[in-house]
């Protein structure tokens, strides 16, 4: 299909041949494009707007042939949500609380840890209306609601986020991991110590709490001493280390005190070279290990992390590390806690956990939950994420019950159970946290209904939709000689889009002034078959109507005057331009006519017609009254051309102020009687000035006056120049630093004065003579001079201009002054020594508050800025030279 500009050019082509009066039907229906023919499927890549016939492109191909319902609806298969059988439940991940999630499964799949926490005390709980939402207070609530959830609700994962405003965690910043699990275990131990059951005081204890002994020995007389402590969990240094029983070696190695370090003996009664080690007393039923991944840089002074491969076994044999060596301690490894990432401050945590019912291996990351295949813990990618490129580190091989770990900063061994204690693997949810849990599962199961309710509605539409479309979308194409109506485009498309609302139909937007279609509007319309238009008015509303009767003859016929009148326009431009060349013979009357009129005529003339063609103007898409908003020809010009002042009609640049002609004979020129007959034509009501016809008196008066001004002002110059001449051009100046020796009286005026007045002196043409001597801004509120000798010296002088008696006696003569100021040097008659004393007048009040005042004025000043106002002082009518 032809690009728009040409089905534009083609619509009106008639117009050279046909006149406005013999304009036909035919010609009407060419203007609106009523024949020009309709696209096919696959011809256009996207819609013609020139064109009223293509219905292509404008949304069609998104319900023509089958179509899968899922795109009838943007909502996700609730069931999604929804959590699988024989599967755990996972975590939300609230910004930067993986950490937090990692822990919480982790001490979820504590079996022992659960079963307590479900006997602790919880009466509001337990007397809880099931129809309102239930809110925990405390943390052991919090948790005992939590672990209920994970344990038996529907939802494939739950929010956290309760927990973790009780603890009054940071959701958007990622904390330090191994001291958030020492915190959260102190806390939870302090929590359950306030139960009433003794069995739950010590929970924390029984699961988490192992003894040891720092043990330390005297060199000198052998005294053994041990200072017992508690730990929740051994933190194990892994730099320099390959594998978990060299780090603990190295924490119960042996220690030596000497130097500034030596132990004070109770025995020797003095400091002694001694030994210290760690002797292992007692294990608990979970070992936490944390792995010290996470060190302090002292080069950087930041945290940093060591991605050292560490290997660990499955199994963990305690007992050649405790004390008492008969002791059986075996260990099974449950858990190990992952950070993915390179820096200590970022990154992600994820946690391996082994369910201790099937011993099966699962991957614990927020929302997702992984088991691993087999019954063998897979660390996988887990490794490949802490480098990237060349900088990878090879892995080193693992024997068998073996794994290596850059990333794991924490392992959780569980003791070997006897046999006897398999009975207590199954955990039960008490009766009250139940009826919580088949409360929030209640609801989750309504908003499953109410989501999938929601999707078949959608889906139900879009059916209903899909076949309104199929059927509608044949019946839109006007047939040749049947009845047609005119609809919106963006609204056939709005129709189409099914994800916005669709309004009534509004063809108001359409219509000319004459109330029908405007010719101009034809290409954001399309031409519809009766059949479809009454379909879709009776379904959607709107109006009005515009069929074949609506097509505008009159508009048509506007245009196509406008049209002519442009290709006339041309042709008299050439010709004007060509007989404007020629000399004005004797005899003949010329016309005078601006320069820049005759210039830019062509362009006025079109602006004029389409300013008087407002509604046929195709450049302005404003119709049916609405004001124009476009760039007009004018405004092109003034884009193209800044240079060019804006000029509204023609010959209004020869037109002076009083409405004649102007005397600036240089901006206007004479033409013929043929050119001004011709420019005539397009300008009707142009000012008109014969070549007999005189310059505007009133003008020509004011310019005598203003050129004798100019002459009395260069006079007056002259005089003021010859008169003090010295001071024009800044010669034999006297100066307070080196005081004249025949004269012992200087008179001040301000440096504004001397600038303003050299300044006319210079221009008198251009410049206005200076008449007063303003003396008075130099003095303080209280009538005295605001300088002091001293204070001229250190720059005050700046401000003021000094004048010899001579100069000072010219100046009262030709200038009006308000005040007489002066310095004076007085020589002390009493001293021998020649000592002198400089005093102005008037005296210098030298007032506190004229004291600040100067002082800030100065300040302000220096700066350009007005002492009182705190304004420019171009804003305060001063020059930046004057006092303030």
């Not at 017609?609 to 124009?628: A, R, V, W, Y």
């Amino acid at each position: 299909m032809a690009p728009r500009l040409q089905l534009e050019k083609a619509a009106w082509r008639w117009v050279d041949s046909v006149k406005p009066e013999d304009i036909t039907e035919e010609h009407i229906e060419l203007a609106y494009r009523i024949a020009v023919p309709a696209c096919k499927r696959g011809t256009c890549r996207r819609n013609c707007k020139g064109n009223p016939n293509c219905l292509v492109g404008i949304g069609e191909h998104l319900w023509l042939g089958e179509i899968d319902e899922n795109t009838f609806h943007n909502i996700d298969d609730p069931n999604s949500e929804r959590r699988d059988k024989n599967t755990f439940v996972g975590l939300t991940n609230l910004g930067a609380t993986c950490y937090v999630n990692t822990f919480l499964q982790v001490w979820f799949h504590n079996l022992e840890l659960r079963r307590m926490l479900y006997l602790c005390q919880n009466s509001r709980a337990e007397g809880h209306n099931i129809e309102s939402d239930y809110e925990p207070r405390t943390i052991c609530e919090h948790l005992q609601y939590l672990f209920a959830l994970l344990q038996n609700s529907n939802r494939r994962y739950i929010d956290p986020s309760g927990l973790v405003k009780a603890l009054g965690l940071d959701t958007g910043q990622q904390q330090d991991a191994q001291e958030f699990s020492k915190l959260f275990l102190s806390l939870l131990e302090d929590t359950l110590s306030k139960q009433k059951d003794p069995s739950l005081q010590n929970v924390i204890q029984q699961q988490f709490c192992g003894q040891f002994s720092y043990v330390t020995v005297c060199n000198q007389c052998g005294r053994s001493s041990a200072l017992p402590s508690r730990f929740y969990e051994l933190e194990l240094n892994i730099q320099g280390h390959k594998n978990l029983t060299e780090c603990i070696t190295e924490f119960l190695k042996e220690e030596k005190l000497d130097g500034d370090n030596r132990y004070y003996c109770e025995s020797c009664q003095s400091k002694q070279n001694a030994t210290r080690r760690i002797k292992l007393q007692s294990l608990p039923r979970t070992l936490n290990l944390q792995l010290m991944r996470f060190v302090f840089d002292r080069q950087s002074g930041h945290k940093k992390k060591l991605n050292t491969f560490i290997s660990f076994p499955e199994v963990l044999d305690m007992a050649p590390f405790l004390e008492a060596k008969d002791e059986k301690c075996t260990y099974e490894l449950s858990a190990v806690l992952i950070h993915r990432g390179v820096s200590a401050y970022s990154g992600h945590y994820i946690a391996h956990v082994r369910d201790a019912c099937t011993n099966d291996w699962y991957k614990f990351n927020d929302e997702e939950i992984e088991k691993m295949e087999g019954k063998k813990l897979q660390l996988g990618i887990e490794e490949d994420l802490a480098e990237t490129g060349k900088s990878q580190t090879r892995k080193p091989k693992s024997s068998k019950g073996y794994h290596c770990s850059r990333n794991a900063y924490m392992l959780v061994y569980k003791r070997q159970m006897e046999e006897a204690d398999q009975t207590q693997m199954n955990v039960e949810v008490p009766a009250f946290l139940q009826r919580l849990v088949d409360q929030d599962n209640k609801k989750f199961e309504e908003w499953c209904s109410e989501m999938a309710d929601m999707r078949k509605q959608s889906v139900d539409k879009g059916k209903a939709k899909h076949v309104e479309v199929k059927e509608l979308y044949e019946l839109l194409p006007a047939q040749d000689g049947e009845s047609y109506e005119f609809v919106p485009v963006e609204w056939l498309k709005k129709w189409l889009d099914d994800s916005t609302a669709i309004k009534a139909i509004d063809n108001s937007h359409f219509l000319c002034s004459h109330g029908k279609l405007h010719p101009d509007r034809i290409g954001d319309a399309k031409r519809i078959s009766h059949k479809a238009a009454e379909i879709l008015f009776t379904r959607y509303g709107g109006g009005p109507r515009v069929d074949r009767s609506f097509l505008c003859g009159d508009c048509v016929t506007q245009r196509c005057q406008v049209l002519r009148l442009k290709n006339q326009l041309n042709e008299d431009h050439r010709e004007v331009t060509n007989l404007a060349k020629a000399q004005l013979k004797s005899g003949d009357e010329g016309f005078w006519v601006g320069k820049a009129s005759l210039r830019q005529w062509r362009q006025l003339a079109l602006e004029q017609l389409e300013e008087e063609e407002e509604e046929t103007k195709h450049t302005n898409c404003k119709t049916n009254g609405e004001k124009p908003t476009s760039t007009s020809s004018k405004d092109c010009v003034k884009e193209n051309d800044g240079d060019v002042d804006e000029m509204k009609t023609f010959n209004e640049d020869i037109l002076c102020c009083h409405g004649g002609l102007s005397i600036q004979e240089s901006e206007r020129r004479l033409v013929s009687t043929e050119v001004w007959s011709k420019l005539k034509v397009y300008f009707p009501k142009a000012p008109e000035f014969t070549q007999q016809q005189d310059s505007c008196q009133q003008c020509m008066r004011l310019e005598r006056e203003g050129k004798e001004n100019e002459a009395l002002n260069r006079m007056m110059a002259s005089e003021q120049k010859s008169s003090l001449l010295n001071l024009f051009q800044e010669k034999n100046r006297p100066l307070l630093q080196k005081w004249p020796q025949d004269t012992d009286i200087l008179y001040i005026v301000p440096l504004f004065f001397v600038d303003e007045w050299r300044k006319f002196i210079r221009r008198p043409a251009k410049s206005n003579p200076v008449s007063s001597v303003g003396n008075s801004i130099l003095l303080c509120p209280h009538g005295g001079f605001m300088f002091t000798y001293d204070s001229m010296l250190q720059g005050d002088a700046q401000h003021i201009a000094l004048l010899w008696p001579a100069e000072w006696e010219v100046v009262c003569r030709l200038f009006l002054v308000d005040q007489t100021i002066s310095i004076c040097r007085i020589h002390d008659p009493a001293q021998d020594n020649g000592n002198v004393q400089f005093h102005t007048q008037p005296v210098c009040v030298f007032c506190q508050s004229c004291v600040e005042n100067a002082a800030r004025a100065s300040y302000f000043s220096s700066r350009g800025i007005c002492g009182s106002t705190r304004k420019p002082l171009f804003m305060c009518g001063r020059s930046s030279t004057t006092r303030g």
